[in-house]
């Protein structure tokens, strides 16, 4: 159910919309679920989170803007908890039941997370906040859902990272390969807590370990702590929340796409931003310090016909096209061989000072980079949108990998972002470089080294559209070749569509 203004493709009237689907990928549209109707939402109804009960219920509670602009939390739950679809809510009558502590601001206390149960059985939720320039997430414990206690101490504190919206706390197997449910702690659990930061619109996340007596969490390395260290995606992705899938024992990560073009150009064409595909969150055991995103299971039955590039070698300045129809709607699998002597050979190549965002992009040739795939190209490359692996040595011998998208010639719109996103990307020993890339007309979700970095990027193209849309592999490095092998599969519409029986 997530925030929505059915009114205009602008912020304003902000209501919860409601969909169901039994695979998260094939949607139907229900009826608006929360409609900002009361004093205390009447501003809005806000980010919100389900906790499933013992007994099977389901509790909500939500941010809502009052009359005069407070932030408060209400709750929630469906007028009939044995309705599948779960129709139609109603509003606790005695809402709001938490309103801003002291010492924090009206505007600075929103998003409540999915209850955990405590050692002393009793529920906890967090809640983002801020001190002055200090992001926090204050703790509270409640039996009923109605009445609550502020723990003493913080869930977690980071100065200089400004408000913490949508906040997440949720535990991750450092042993297996399956997401945990909400409550787990123990041996070989480390917990995750995510933020996003209002100051800069981007998601943040660490591992650490947290104390269930106390109610606090602290990172396993400060360095890269929540808000100045890891993000979930680097390019437009905003206001994630996971949820733990108890059927398939794994945890959901849906995230916000923005738009980047701008807001004449939504309202003309009548809706503004998506949902991205959801994808499964899992520790990386490997590094110990990243998380892995990968597609949820299910987008791959929207896979129709493949096609198999083996062994194909992309010589250094080069440009190799590849035969598919239509490429506006793809799953691209790839992985790129590096010849191992030119990675010797290559030396005096520091660039300690590279980042995807400050450079220029895939058209800035390096020893070792850039050499990926330019996906909604056209024919003549006047349009394209580089997805690729840029690699730096440094003068002790050691390499660092990133992983960027280049966005600065994807339209000749000029009301348009082109930005270039990216980070560095962890390349461990006997890892060859892959990506997998899910292309739907304007939005390229980008996966590196198994999930461990991902950029989203929305693009805007005028001419690399429906069958003018063409696939590229690509090599700009000056002392590289590279070999490619993917599996490109053209991708179904999931026809999302309303209820049909409502």
Not at 18 to 43: C, E, F, G, T
Not at 101 to 125: H, Q, Y
Request: aromatic content about 10%; some cysteine; charged content about 20%.
């Amino acid at each position: 159910m997530p925030p929505y203004n059915p009114d205009a493709a602008v912020w304003g009237h902000i209501v919860w919309g409601h969909a169901v689907s039994k695979d998260l990928i094939h949607w139907l549209h229900l009826p608006l679920a929360m409609a900002a109707d009361q004093w205390y939402d009447k501003n809005g109804v806000w980010t919100g989170s389900a906790t499933i009960l013992h007994d099977g219920k389901i509790v909500m509670l939500y941010t809502g803007s009052t009359t005069e602009g407070v932030q408060v939390q209400n709750l929630a739950y469906p007028a009939d908890q044995y309705d599948p679809l779960l129709v139609h809510w109603v509003k606790y009558p005695r809402n709001p039941v938490l309103v801003p502590p002291p010492g924090i601001g009206p505007n600075d206390f929103r998003d409540p997370t999915t209850a955990w149960l405590t050692s002393e059985g009793k529920w906890r939720i967090t809640i983002g906040s801020k001190i002055n320039k200090t992001g926090i997430a204050l703790v509270y414990d409640t039996t009923d859902f109605i009445n609550y206690e502020m723990l003493d101490g913080l869930l977690h504190a980071v100065p200089g990272t400004g408000m913490w919206e949508c906040v997440d706390f949720f535990p991750v197997s450092e042993t297996e390969n399956n997401g945990l449910e909400t409550s787990i702690n123990g041996p070989g659990v480390k917990h995750v807590v995510k933020a996003s930061l209002d100051d800069d619109r981007h998601d943040y996340y660490a591992i650490g370990t947290y104390n269930d007596r106390n109610g606090t969490w602290i990172p396993d390395r400060p360095n890269i702590d929540v808000g100045i260290g890891l993000r979930y995606d680097y390019g437009i992705y905003y206001a994630a929340k996971t949820f733990f899938d108890q059927n398939k024992k794994r945890r959901v990560l849906w995230g916000w796409i923005g738009e980047s073009d701008s807001e004449a150009a939504d309202v003309k064409k009548g809706w503004a931003s998506v949902q991205s595909i959801p994808r499964t969150i899992l520790f990386d055991k490997k590094t110990g310090t990243h998380l892995l995103q990968w597609p949820v299971e299910e987008i791959d039955s929207l896979r129709l016909k493949g096609k198999e590039f083996n062994q194909v070698r992309i010589q250094a300045g080069s440009v190799v096209p590849l035969d598919i129809d239509s490429a506006t709607q793809l799953d691209i699998i790839a992985e790129f061989k590096i010849d191992s002597d030119a990675l010797e050979k290559a030396t005096g190549l520091s660039d300690a000072s590279f980042d995807c965002a400050t450079s220029g992009g895939a058209a800035e040739r390096g020893a070792l980079g850039p050499f990926g795939l330019l996906v909604l190209a056209d024919e003549r490359l006047s349009e394209q949108t580089p997805v690729y692996f840029y690699m730096t040595k440094g003068s002790d011998g050691n390499l660092k990998t990133f992983f960027c998208n280049d966005q600065s010639r994807s339209s000749k719109a000029s009301d348009v972002n082109k930005h270039i996103y990216g980070s560095l990307v962890p390349v461990l020993r006997g890892e060859n470089l892959s990506i997998r890339i899910l292309v739907d007309h304007s939005i390229i979700e980008s996966f590196g080294q198994g999930g461990r970095t991902v950029i989203t990027s929305r693009v805007y193209p005028t001419k690399a559209i429906y069958g003018a849309a063409k696939v590229f592999l690509f090599n700009n490095a000056t002392e590289l070749n590279v070999t490619a092998s993917l599996k490109i599969w053209q991708m179904n519409s999931a026809f999302i569509q309303p209820y049909p029986k409502l």
